[in-house]
């Protein structure tokens, strides 16, 4: 492992991201590989960007970038993913209820696997959240032929060449295991701890994630069956 670039969406999660910072960066430094973070401001309201300003003049290893507008989570990670060179890429929210603690387990199945994500089994959430949750998985991996329990878990360790080709459109980062999977990803599930909220609002509603999520299925099951899978005989090139 060369480096690994923390990829982290942010939209008004000023409280969180001084104590964010603090707890990836202690887990980095134990692991003792060069890494960087790569906060993605989604035009927060609130003081988020100029905490991250400040962030950045206190250590080089915090990049970051400020959209002109909120353009959604799949924007953000995408706009991370380009703009960053890891040979990993770890994604989480910034909100801290990912625990940044179940990294270095993560890691080491890693090189036997390039993509592993994680599993909030139990999730300190709303229980209206955790059902419409359980039912969103359900009917994607129906549709998708996937078997993944959590695919809204943040918590994700990829490999950075993969997730780099994938072309994000809003609402993808929802897919990323199917996603990673056609760019040729061995994908495994790891349980991780779950924390609950304890500054800022969820960004999301139910009744607005089922109804864009139930096309985007659509939109991915079209990607699985026209996804372009020819291998080369011979080649003169
Ligand atoms: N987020 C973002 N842009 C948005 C909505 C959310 O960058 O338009 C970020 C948000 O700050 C967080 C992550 O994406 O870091 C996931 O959002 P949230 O935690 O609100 O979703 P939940 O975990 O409640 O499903
Ligand atoms: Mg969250």
Same mark, same amino acid.
């Given at each position: 492992m060369q480096k690994i670039s923390f990829v982290i969406p942010v939209y008004n999660e000023e409280d969180n991201l001084e104590s964010l910072y603090r707890e990836v960066s202690d887990i980095a430094r134990k692991l003792g590989w060069p890494y960087e973070f790569c906060f993605v401001d989604d035009c927060s309201s609130d003081g988020s960007l100029a905490v991250l300003r400040r962030l950045a003049e206190a250590d080089q290893r915090v990049r970051f970038l400020g959209f002109e507008? %909120?353009?959604?989570q799949s924007a953000a990670l995408y706009a991370g993913f380009q703009h960053t060179t890891g040979d990993v890429v770890i994604t989480m929210d910034a909100?801290?209820? %990912? &625990?940044?603690? &179940?990294i270095p387990a993560m890691l080491n199945h890693y090189g036997d696997y390039e993509m592993v994500t994680g599993w909030r089994h139990s999730r300190q959430d709303t229980l209206s959240k955790k059902l419409a949750s359980r039912v969103g998985n359900s009917f994607r991996n129906l549709m998708t032929s996937e078997t993944i329990h959590d695919t809204g878990c943040s918590l994700k360790v990829m490999n950075g060449d993969m997730v780099r080709r994938i072309k994000m459109f809003r609402g993808l980062h929802r897919f990323l295991p199917t996603l990673m999977r056609l760019e040729g990803a061995r994908v495994l599930e790891v349980k991780v701890n779950h924390r609950a909220r304890m500054h800022g609002v969820s960004k999301y509603n139910n009744l607005q994630r089922g109804i864009e999520g139930f096309f985007d299925v659509l939109a991915v099951r079209w990607m699985i069956r026209k996804h372009l899978k020819f291998k080369i005989r011979q080649s003169h090139v």
């Open positions: 507008s %909120n353009c959604g909100d801290l209820q %990912n &625990d940044p603690a &179940d």
